[in-house]
């Protein structure tokens, strides 16, 4: 009877009767192949993303299993998002026994979860108070309010000229508001107008920061950075440079905001990357591994003098602070301090960017550089020594050598596994990444020879700078 149903609920009002899957495409219980699984994501889901074509059917820790069985090495960990590594045993167990419990309460009542999250949060990090959301461009989001509510009630910046002002590079999400910032022609281009009062300045040059504030400094609401770039390439500011915007900041008195939700909670070797340079923002954005790789969670942190600008009915998310998220996130955090994976972020980067420093000894013409700090690492490549192969084909020889990477543009790997990776597996990866270079990439040059080289950096729209 329900496989009946379905047919004919298949059938109608679909152009050319299609519409749910035909039932001898069902899901129901069958092994799948990857194959399989990419051809229907690509049939049913939109085009906005462009995946390394390896299915995830399974993960535990540092390893990630496909369809068929064949075992990889995650070097991307969703982001960042997966810093406890996958499916991690606490994790799991908090989330299965509230899920028994409570999932939902809505903002409309209280519940018995979130208020233990928001003390052990803001406990841990050193502010006063969080507004809890789910992803971490709705965290953004909320950062951005926040700083222009506070800038009319505190700073009585006039009306509707509250300025943002953000970094050359940046990312932030992909939000209407985020995109206005970015330098990122395919974020902009078919999604404009792009929302004024957001202006711009060169990521890690405190001198331009400084002649936009005494240009504007009366109408600044707040500095909206990255500590580290990440989806720019992992890109480093000149040391010194967070403690300059810090002063900066508290002398035009503008709101310092720090977007860690891929540099938190422990990637870097810190809890937070802008304490390598013992700086304490106003504001701090987190998501991605506050989750563990389970839920989404995000949060913005301040002190009450600037998170109370927030009334009842000014912003809110029914899923922020629910319950079942709220214990996920404590598990994710008490696992972070348990398991020291600070500690280890900063020693196991350290390792991964030695051994890596030494394949680039032995191919200086494939690698320009390579940077990190603590396991939020890239290697970027040169294009000449490339010639017609990109970094995402590099990538797709990496995955077929059993390690899970991902370029962020043409020449640029980003490796950044969970932090729980083992010396061993570094080695591995490493290992991986020189038999690219020395077996693979000759031939997929010698097989592309006469091809158009790899897409050239193409010129900013908003400033006309080739970045």
Partial sequence: M?????RVLSSRGRPNGQGILPMSHSFS????????????ESDYSAHNYHPIPM???KAKDVHVWDPEGRKYLDFLSAYSAVNQGHCHEKILNALTQQAQQLTLSSRAFHNDKFPIFAQHLTSMFGYEMILPMNTGAEGVETALKLARKWGYEKKHIPKNEAIIISCCGCFHGRTLAVISMSCDNEATRGFGPLLPGLLKVDFGDADSLKTMFEAHGDKVAGFLFEP??????VIIPPKGYLQSVRELCSKY???MIADEIQTGIARTGKLLACEWESVRPDVVILGKALGGGVLPVSAVLADKDIMLCIRPGEHGSTFGGNPLASAVAIAALEVVVEEKLAERAAEM??????QFLDIQKAYPHIIREVRGQGL?????????????VSAFDVCQRLKERGILAKPTHDTIIRFS??????????SEASKAFKEVLEYDLPKMQQQSEGNAPHNQPEACDRCGRVK
Avoid: C, D, W
Avoid at 2 to 6: E, I, N, R, S, T
Avoid at 349 to 354: A, D, E, L, Y
């Fill in 349 to 354: 980067g350290q390792v991964f960017r030695s």
């Fill in 376 to 388: 939020l690492n890239a290697v970027e490549l040169n294009a000449k020594g490339l010639s017609t």
């Fill in 228 to 233: 580290i770039q990440g989806e720019a390439g």
């Fill in 417 to 426: 596994p969970p932090l729980t990776i083992r010396l061993k597996e570094l």
């Fill in 29 to 40: 219980g069958n092994a799948h192949s990857s194959a399989e699984m990419i051809e229907y």
């Fill in 253 to 255: 008195n503008v709101l």
């Fill in 55 to 57: 299915v995830f059917s």
């Fill in 2 to 6: 329900l496989q009946k149903a379905l």
